[in-house]
């Protein structure tokens, strides 16, 4: 949520700046047994769409959160 917040303030609609809110994600892709076979750094990521999916207090399940996001640069490690 905090990266989120950094994209645009929800009270003031105030948009922040890019080198506020870009971020650098490694992503992993895990075997079975939790080895990483596949590693990816996304370079200058930005939030480009978020769904909390349904939160309810009358709820007692898991919530789905999926993000969009869209980087800079992908770079393939191995």
């Known amino acids: 949520m905090e990266w989120v917040r950094l994209h645009a303030e929800s009270v003031t609609g105030r948009m922040g700046y890019a080198a506020g809110y870009k971020q650098d994600i490694d992503l992993e892709l895990l075997d079975p047994t939790g080895v990483v076979i596949e590693k990816w750094i996304l ?3 930005l ?3 978020v769904d909390f999916g349904q939160l309810g207090y009358s709820q007692d399940s898991l919530v789905d959160i999926s993000a969009t996001i869209q980087p800079d640069r992908c770079i393939l490690v191995y």
């Open 47 to 49: 939030l480009t769409s």
């Open 43 to 45: 370079q200058g990521c």
